[in-house]
T-cell receptor
């Protein structure tokens, strides 16, 4: 069955520290992977996506993610966190040729940033 | 450049009341979606519309109906609201319903926070 696991419900980091948010997926075919960010009171915004090719993908706001097929993971990273990065982050997986309505979302990781 | 607009932003209903959540997009997208978001549950798809004139059930369709009024608008109706439908509802749109590397991803509205007492 297709699924996405975000093991960390809540992460707290200090401003300027590095960040890694974990995402593991289960998908029967070649996955398309996404990270979305949701600021308070807002809808979800796409940070980055992986379809194929280079396994390290760059996104907006200085985020990057690495696809590791052997570990079924797509972890999100940022070298230096800013206070404005405090938000909830969602990992999602789908498959080529599937419908976008069949995108599977993780439960989210809430990021708190201390000044 | 509004993107996806949802109304209302907040709503409180009594059990058994009905209401319609409105969604409109100005990006000329073919496909539209309704999700609900509950704490610790992520996003769950209620219904989607691949194109004007078509609608399909998602993961949690019970208790809801939808109408794709035209290419721009996709409404979600609760005929008899229940406390279990207390949630944040998101509308989204995409160029096409099929996921491919050529498509833009989902574009979300800012949500409607619904409380049913």
């Amino acid at each position: 069955a297709q699924s996405v696991t975000q093991p960390d419900i809540h992460i707290t980091v200090s401003e300027g520290a590095s960040l890694e948010l974990r995402c593991n997926y289960s998908y029967g075919a070649t996955p398309y992977l996404f990270w979305y960010v949701q600021s308070p009171g807002q809808g979800l915004q796409l940070l980055l996506k992986y379809f194929s090719g280079d396994t390290l993908v760059q996104g907006i706001k200085g985020f990057e993610a690495e696809f590791k097929r052997s570990q079924s993971s797509f972890n999100l990273r940022k070298p230096s966190v800013h206070w404005s990065d405090a938000a909830e982050y969602f990992c999602a997986v789908g498959g080529r040729g599937s419908t976008l309505g069949r995108l599977y979302f993780g439960r989210g990781t809430q990021l708190t940033v201390w000044p | 450049n509004a993107g996806v607009t949802q109304t209302p932003k907040f709503q409180v209903l009594k059990t058994g009341q009905s209401m319609t959540l409105q969604c409109a997009q100005d990006m000329n997208h073919n496909s539209m979606y309704w999700y609900r978001q509950d704490p610790g549950m992520g996003l769950r798809l209620i219904y989607y519309s691949a194109s004007e004139g078509t609608t399909d059930k998602g993961e949690v369709p019970n208790g809801y109906n939808v109408s794709r009024l035209n290419k721009r608008e996709f409404s979600l109706r609760l005929e008899s609201a229940a406390p279990s439908q207390t949630s944040v509802y998101f509308c989204a749109s995409s160029e096409e319903v099929i996921l491919s590397s050529y498509n833009s991803p989902l574009h979300f509205g800012n949500g409607t926070r619904l409380t049913v007492t």
